[in-house]
């Protein structure tokens, strides 16, 4: 059944007070702020993505009682067939997304000499080729609706080169201009697209590097920023917002 197909039959007029928010990597860092920031929502119906069980049932437990709904959706969202059947079963469940955050990404290190060209295929795959598919699986039924709010969480890493993460510097370069590409194509449907560009953020990625977590974002601020962004009246959008550690880029 066609995701539009699937949007008309199961979206009925009593969930019209409700936003229903997907958020893939949901399970750690970012992705779990968000979802914590959106959970103490009443009217948030939460659709929690990534591969970890346990670790969306540890989220979805610490939004239960304060979100209208929460769910677990596990996904590796560098499968295309994966994206496709959860996608489904996302609208089959709570509808078409209201929010759709795709958070989903990893770092890993790495020169240009040094990176293979599989890993450098790897990183391109979950930075930026997921983001492609999840917003390709969803875009057409939030089109026909005429409403929605796509968020790209990209990186600094976005705008500028740092030595030793080629391919993490190259998959977010392409996240922006992906993201960028949406809106144009979305602003006469009614979509919002924003791309939140973070610094250093405390989250699994620094574990072990020895930086003072003080010298980190709070996750919780970037999620913050999220959700703050989604409040505006549907006549304005904000495109990128940039968060940076206050002293500056690590």
């Known amino acids: 059944m066609a995701l539009r197909q699937a949007y008309k039959v199961h979206r009925s007029p009593t969930d019209a007070a409700m936003s229903v928010i997907v958020v893939t990597g949901a399970s750690q860092g970012i992705g779990q702020a968000i979802a914590e920031r959106f959970g103490k929502v009443p009217t948030s119906r939460l659709c929690l993505v990534a591969r970890s069980q346990d ?96 968020i790209y969480i990209a990186s600094v890493a976005s705008l500028r080169a740092f030595a030793g993460a080629a391919a993490y510097c190259a998959a977010k370069h392409g996240l922006l201009g992906l993201a960028r590409v949406v809106r144009e194509e979305c602003r006469q449907h009614g979509i919002r697209v924003t791309t939140i560009l973070p610094g250093a953020t405390e989250t699994p990625s620094w574990s072990g590097s020895g930086i003072a977590p003080e010298r980190l974002m709070a996750a919780d601020d970037v999620a913050r920023v999220v959700q703050d962004v989604c409040t505006l009246s549907r006549r304005a959008v904000v495109e990128d917002v940039v968060l940076r550690p206050q002293l500056g880029d690590i």
Do not use: Y
Request: aromatic share 6%; glycine share 8%; hydrophobic share 45%.
């Open 55 to 150: 670790n969306l049932e540890a989220v979805r437990s610490r939004v239960r009682g304060t979100c209208a709904q929460a769910d677990v959706f596990l996904c590796d969202v560098t499968d295309d067939s994966a994206v496709a059947a959860t996608a489904r079963s996302v609208v089959e469940a709570v509808g078409m997304p209201d929010i759709l955050v795709n958070n989903a990404g990893r770092f890993v290190p790495g020169s240009v000499v040094n990176t293979t060209p599989e890993a450098f295929r790897r990183q391109l795959a979950v930075n930026l080729t997921s983001a492609f598919v999840v917003t390709k699986h969803f875009l057409p039924g939030m089109m026909e609706r005429g409403r929605g709010h796509i």
